[in-house]
């Protein structure tokens, strides 16, 4: 026995909520592997780096200005999206 639920319109299609947009599993997975590789890449290429600038990487607030860009970005993709 199927019900409906309450706030979705008789014979609406919940998963069409964003036309044209939809994430399956494997391009959720890819695209965490993808966000495991770079962060993983970025550890190896730190371990790298004179100790000065490893100095400056641990003790400024670089990682939280690179987290505040890349999440403005993020957000603006998402706000403009197809352009």
Known sequence: ????????P??????DAQPGW???G???AIVSVVAVAIVLG?????????TE???IVFHTPLT???LVI???WVLYRIARPGR
């Open 10 to 15: 008789r014979g609406a299609d919940p998963t």
């Open 42 to 50: 970025a550890a190896a290429v730190t371990g790298f780096l004179p």
């Open 64 to 66: 939280i200005a690179v």
């Open 1 to 8: 026995m199927v019900t409906e639920s309450p706030e979705a």
């Open 70 to 72: 890349g999440t403005g």
């Open 26 to 28: 494997r391009d959720v």
């Open 22 to 24: 939809r994430a399956s």
């Open 53 to 55: 600038l490893q100095r």
